[in-house]
């Protein structure tokens, strides 16, 4: 299947314990991003990256890194997570084609700090 | 700094109606506008895109306008159906480039059998 697949699909951690996330998109596309959903189900980007370089980088805590091995991969580390940092977490990725930079997401990751 | 807000927060019909969904954003300078829908517990789905030059985009029994000057969009349900039944979210996308996706708080449908 062409996707964007995230791993895990739950995450429960104690605070301080280091974690990450894992993306992967098979759609050939240059640009993935990071959002968060909150507890109110409200979403907002975090990153964003293109062919492996870093585009945006909102204000997120910079226990929060990004990493991209390759243009297909964008994982997330979160360095000693807080309790506030339990949310869902999503990958998304688009092309950057011409302006018709449709986003597709993946199935999105549970974080769970206790 | 972008805003965008969805108005109905909630609806909730019997099956068969015609729905309209409401998005309006403060800065008009957009590049593109996305609706999704959001199942409970799942990821987002692309419904649709409409590029900043167009006026409107259709899918199927989904139909999506865009305002930009006045900054508004509507997504149009025909015939809903009970599959329907969705958080729907609209995102405008600032620019072309990797510019990340600001969403409102979503419309929350539900399709009465």
């Known amino acids: 299947d062409t996707a964007v697949s995230q791993t895990p699909k739950y995450l429960v951690t104690q605070m301080g314990n280091d974690k990450s996330i894992k993306c992967e998109q098979n759609?050939?596309?240059?640009?993935m991003y990071w959002y968060k959903q909150d507890s109110k189900k409200f979403l907002k980007i975090m990153f964003s990256y293109n062919n492996k370089e870093l585009i945006i980088n909102e204000t997120v805590p910079n226990r929060f890194s990004p990493k991209s091995p390759d243009k297909a991969h964008l994982n997330l580390h979160i360095n000693s997570p807080e309790l506030g940092d339990s949310a869902v977490y999503f990958c998304?990725?688009?092309?950057?084609?011409?302006?018709?930079?449709?986003?597709?997401f993946g199935p999105g990751t549970r974080l769970t700090v206790l | 700094k972008q805003e965008v807000t969805q108005i109905p927060a909630a609806l909730s019909v019997p099956e068969g109606e015609n729905l309209v969904l409401n998005c309006s954003f403060t800065?008009?300078?957009?590049?593109?506008l996305q609706w999704f829908r959001q199942d409970p517990g799942k990821g987002l789905t692309s419904l649709l895109l409409i590029q900043s030059s167009q006026r409107e985009q259709t899918s199927g029994r989904l139909n999506a306008s865009l305002d930009k000057s006045s900054g508004r969009s509507t997504l149009y349900i025909a015939a809903s159906q009970p599959g329907d039944s969705a958080t729907y979210l609209c995102?405008?996308?600032?620019?072309?480039?990797?510019?990340?996706?600001?969403f409102g708080k979503g419309t929350h449908l539900i399709i009465q059998p």
């Open positions: 800065d008009s300078a957009i590049y593109n």
């Open positions: 998304a990725s688009s092309p950057l084609a011409g302006g018709y930079n449709e986003q597709f």
């Open positions: 759609l050939g596309h240059d640009t």
């Open positions: 995102a405008p996308q600032p620019g072309g480039g990797a510019d990340g996706l600001t």
